[in-house]
């Protein structure tokens, strides 16, 4: 299906991020949004964090359906938002936002459901959908679930910690965090075992004869090719893994995911958790099944072809 022209009833939705130039949210969404033969724009647009207030309320004003926040918002946008939603509380961190406006009979609706009314009165309900994103990638692409599993975790930054706490919530039996900033690791242990005590959480790789059922890079080790390895092979041997995730997807295959390929590793990269998130957030907004292979094909495609993000063309 071709996308609808832009005319005076489309509507937006997009991505507050800073820097945002490199997302491929656009061409994943537009996609999704073309195959559902919605009137809707997904924008990409940099917001500096001072701005974000003042962006938001603007997104509102202007109708629209609702937005995404990547790096450094989603801490902001938590404090922001109007009402936050359970996937986001424990967190603290917002990635979507949906927009909904207040009828006169004192009902939420969202704006996608007010056709060419402009409700007056506007709210912002937070969720993050990275978590889930998260679970479901593991899942589809590795049959993995978390419930009583051990996953040595490389990385808790940002994402290393929503992940963390998303499989202590989905009852993984232990996990292992190792971080280059020590602080981090064990700030995010105090934080899993003050939610979900029965997980046991350790600093540090596990001991030699500790098998682990996943091994997770959230490192951003893997983006540059002068990147040295996110984990350290003295301490532990990638044999000890059946499978491994790497966050990263670009490049489709980095030296951890090859090394644990040549250790007899299932690997899958980040692609389609990026997928999954923005494929939730967009049934937020329309409250209807997203067409995710044809959302997956956009990505990929933007991601890997020739004239892709990294091209000198792009
Ligand atoms: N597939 C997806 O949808 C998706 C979504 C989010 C993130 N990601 C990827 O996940 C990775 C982490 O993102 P994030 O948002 O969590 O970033 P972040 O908050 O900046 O965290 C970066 C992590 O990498 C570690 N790190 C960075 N440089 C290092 C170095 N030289 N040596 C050792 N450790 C180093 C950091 O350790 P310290 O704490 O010591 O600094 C921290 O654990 C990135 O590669 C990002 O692209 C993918």
């Given at each position: 299906?071709?996308?609808?022209?832009?005319?005076?009833?489309?509507?937006?939705?997009?991505?507050?991020?800073?820097?945002?130039?490199?997302?491929?949210?656009?061409?994943?969404?537009?996609?999704?949004?073309?195959?559902?033969?919605?009137?809707?724009?997904?924008?990409?647009?940099?917001?500096?964090?001072?701005?974000?207030?003042?962006?938001?309320?603007?997104?509102?004003?202007?109708?629209?359906?609702?937005?995404?926040?990547?790096?450094?918002?989603?801490?902001?946008?938590?404090?922001?938002?109007?009402?936050?939603?359970?996937?986001?509380?424990?967190?603290?961190?917002?990635?979507?936002?949906?927009?909904?406006?207040?009828?006169?009979?004192?009902?939420?609706?969202?704006?996608?459901?007010?056709?060419?009314?402009?409700?007056?009165?506007?709210?912002?309900?937070?969720?993050?959908?990275?978590?889930?994103?998260?679970?479901?990638a593991l899942k589809e692409d590795l049959g993995f679930?978390?419930?009583?599993?051990?996953?040595?975790?490389?990385?808790?930054?940002?994402?290393?910690?929503?992940?963390?706490?998303?499989?202590?919530?989905?009852?993984?039996?232990?996990?292992?965090?190792?971080?280059?900033?020590?602080?981090?690791?064990?700030?995010?242990?105090?934080?899993?075992?003050?939610?979900?005590?029965?997980?046991?959480?350790?600093?540090?790789?596990?001991?030699?004869?500790?098998?682990?059922?996943?091994?997770?890079?959230?490192?951003?080790?893997?983006?540059?090719?002068?990147?040295?390895?996110?984990?350290?092979?003295?301490?532990?041997?990638?044999?000890?893994?059946?499978?491994?995730f790497?966050?990263?997807?670009?490049?489709?295959?980095?030296?951890?995911?090859?090394?644990?390929?040549?250790?007899?590793?299932?690997?899958a990269n980040?692609l389609s958790?990026?997928?999954?998130?923005?494929?939730?957030?967009?049934?937020?907004?329309?409250?209807?099944?997203?067409?995710?292979?044809?959302?997956?094909?956009?990505?990929?495609?933007?991601?890997?072809?020739?004239?892709?993000?990294?091209?000198?063309?792009?």
């Amino acid at each position: 299906m071709s996308i609808s022209p832009i005319n005076a009833s489309t509507r937006y939705c997009g991505l507050f991020g800073c820097p945002v130039r490199h997302s491929a949210s656009p061409a994943f969404q537009n996609a999704g949004i073309a195959a559902m033969g919605l009137n809707w724009r997904y924008l990409a647009l940099e917001v500096l964090p001072e701005n974000l207030p003042q962006a938001i309320e603007g997104a509102k004003a202007m109708g629209f359906v609702g937005l995404n926040l990547t790096v450094p918002h989603k801490e902001q946008a938590f404090r922001l938002a109007n009402e936050v939603e359970d996937s986001a509380r424990i967190l603290g961190s917002v990635n979507t936002l949906k927009f909904e406006g207040l009828t006169p009979e004192g009902l939420w609706l969202p704006v996608r459901d007010w056709g060419r009314e402009t409700p007056r009165q506007i709210r912002s309900i937070g969720y993050n959908t990275d978590a889930e994103a998260i679970i479901r990638a593991l899942k589809e692409d590795l049959g993995f679930k978390p419930a009583g599993k051990r996953i040595l975790i490389l990385g808790t930054g940002g994402a290393g910690r929503v992940a963390a706490l998303r499989l202590a919530a989905e009852s993984a039996a232990e996990l292992y965090l190792v971080n280059r900033t020590l602080s981090k690791a064990q700030s995010l242990s105090r934080e899993i075992e003050s939610h979900f005590p029965d997980v046991r959480v350790h600093i540090g790789y596990p001991p030699e004869t500790q098998p682990v059922d996943l091994i997770l890079n959230s490192t951003s080790l893997g983006l540059k090719e002068s990147d040295p390895l996110p984990w350290d092979g003295q301490q532990f041997c990638l044999k000890r893994s059946a499978l491994a995730f790497d966050m990263i997807y670009r490049p489709a295959c980095t030296p951890f995911l090859q090394a644990a390929k040549d250790a007899g590793c299932r690997v899958a990269n980040g692609l389609s958790m990026l997928l999954y998130q923005g494929v939730t957030s967009l049934k937020l907004w329309s409250g209807a099944e997203p067409p995710v292979e044809t959302m997956r094909a956009a990505l990929k495609g933007h991601i890997y072809s020739p004239s892709g993000p990294d091209s000198p063309h792009a």
